[in-house]
């Protein structure tokens, strides 16, 4: 037993030292392996070390010549342009050189120039002496003998000359005022409304035409006679007619008859109490339409009672035309007209809308309402140049500042322009066969013809009988036979067209 311990104890002492010597073995072959390794990466890297260095080499020397290159090219231009520098500086010496002359030789030819003029003047001089003495006459007067005789020789042809200068201005400064015009129509455009003599009243119903009629017409008298207007009962149903030349009168009695139909007490008492109320509300109006006026045109500082007489323009017509609408439009276009002249616009449209505040009294007061007018604004403190571009829009009085042209020809153009005044279809086609035959009354007219509404009448005439001299003369005697001979608004163009044609055949 204890030697098979002993047995069993020796090998595994045996097999322990075995196995270290194994081990030992082992591990002395890994580290020789390892250090093969560490050599071989050593030498590699060392190998790596110097293909690089020789790498760096390379480009450190391919940069350096690429360097040395460049700035030989750049040495190599500045050269060039140094080159190029000394040639210029070359040429310019030349041609300051060559300049140096020139002004030298310029200089010499202004002496002798100056010489040679001196000399001219001295023989002028001597010349014109000689001349005075032998014809007897000074220089003043040789010339003036002189223009007198081409003036005289060339009187036909300056006659002509100045004929188409005037004729050319003329065209000038008319077509420049048709494009002003035309300009200032195209921009405003307003409805015009016609007045009639009567006004139509709608009553509620057919009742009342019996208590507006009262106890043997006395209550219509009443009416009538507290509004100075005529009431006409006929056998319209729920309908009165209002009858009176004066609109104001007119709306005067439409504002009764509301407050008294509203009332339902319809007597001569009541009805001179609503009358008075409703004269009232009508002052009252006209301020608010004179306001209202004055402030679509811009114009703020006109005195109340201007405001009022404006207002009652509403209620006045002239040929038809509301006066108040005709001097809101003639303010519109003098404005635009004044501003396409560079003229005092504020003035201008002031000096429009004002311009018939006179029709306003001029039923009560004696004078024409130009006057009636001036005296108003002067009396109120209105602007003087408004005045002065209102009063001679009926060439009552002078034209004193340019405005005043701009006032008159608006109130030609809203007074002419198509619908803005009533007149019949015979009277308008009248007018123009009256035009046409005052036209081809005259020797030498061979056909006339009136265009644009009447405003211009175009008349051909016979060449062989009438030369341009002749067509001028005669434009000026149309136009004096329709001024003596026919009532119209605005002005009439006569264009008087002579033409000649000269016509031969090639065979």
Do not use: C
Not at 350 to 359: Q, S, T, V, Y
Not at 441 to 463: C, L, M, N, W
């Amino acid at each position: 037993m204890i030697s098979s311990l002993l047995v069993w104890g020796g090998a595994l002492i045996l097999g322990a030292i075995v196995g270290y010597f194994v081990r030992q073995l082992i591990v002395t072959r890994q580290l020789n392996s390892l250090e093969q390794k560490l050599k071989a990466q050593v030498e590699e890297a060392k190998s790596s070390a110097k293909e690089i260095i020789l790498e760096a080499k390379s480009k450190a020397a391919a940069l350096f010549e690429e360097v040395q290159r460049e700035e030989r090219e750049r040495k190599s231009q500045v050269a060039r342009f140094e080159e190029r520098l000394m040639k210029r500086e070359e040429v310019l010496e030349g041609q300051v050189k060559e300049l140096a002359s020139k002004q030298n030789k310029l200089n010499q030819e202004l002496m002798s120039i100056d010489s040679g003029r001196k000399e001219i003047d001295e023989l002028r001089h001597k010349s014109l002496d000689q001349l005075e003495k032998i014809s007897g006459l000074t220089t003043t007067e040789a010339r003036n003998r002189m223009f007198e005789q081409l003036q005289e020789e060339h009187k036909k042809d300056l006659a002509l000359s100045l004929q188409k200068l005037e004729k050319e201005r003329r065209d000038e400064i008319e077509k420049k005022s048709s494009e002003i015009i035309t300009t200032a129509l195209q921009r405003y455009a307003r409805a015009h409304i016609s007045e009639f003599t009567t006004t139509n009243f709608t009553l509620p119903s057919e009742d009342l035409k019996g208590k507006i009629i009262g106890r043997e017409g006395r209550n219509i008298r009443a009416l009538e006679k507290a509004t100075g207007t005529e009431i006409l009962i006929d056998e319209s149903p729920e309908t009165i007619t209002i009858s009176s030349f004066d609109p104001m009168r007119r709306e005067l009695t439409k504002m009764a008859l509301e407050k008294l139909i509203k009332d339902g007490r319809i007597q001569p008492a009541k009805i001179e109490e609503k009358v008075e109320e409703a004269r009232q509300e009508l002052t009252k109006r006209m301020q608010e339409l004179g306001e209202a006026a004055s402030y679509e045109l811009g114009i703020i500082d006109l005195p109340k009672e201007i405001s009022q007489l404006l207002g009652r323009l509403h209620f006045r017509t002239s040929y038809g035309q509301n006066v108040l609408a005709h001097s809101v439009e003639m303010a519109h276009i003098a404005g635009m007209m004044a501003a396409e002249l560079n003229l005092n616009v504020e003035v201008s449209k002031k000096g429009a809308l004002l311009h018939d505040i006179g029709k306003a009294i001029d039923h009560e007061v004696p004078g024409t309402h130009v006057e009636l007018g001036r005296k108003i604004l002067k009396k109120y403190g209105v602007d003087e140049r408004a005045i002065r571009a209102m009063e001679s829009h009926h060439e009552e009085f002078p034209y004193s500042i340019p405005e005043a042209f701009i006032v008159t020809a608006a109130d030609a153009i809203s007074g002419a322009r198509p619908g803005a005044r009533r007149d019949t279809v015979e009277n308008y086609i009248k007018r123009l066969g009256d035009l046409e035959k005052i036209a081809t009354g005259f020797d030498g007219v061979r056909s006339a013809y009136a265009i644009s509404a009447g405003r211009e009448i175009r008349v051909f005439v016979t060449p062989e009988k009438i030369d341009d001299f002749g067509a001028l003369q005669l434009a000026k005697d149309i136009a004096g036979r329709i001024q003596s001979e026919l009532k119209y608004p605005g002005e009439i163009k006569i264009n008087v067209i002579r033409e000649v044609r000269a016509v031969e055949f090639a065979r």
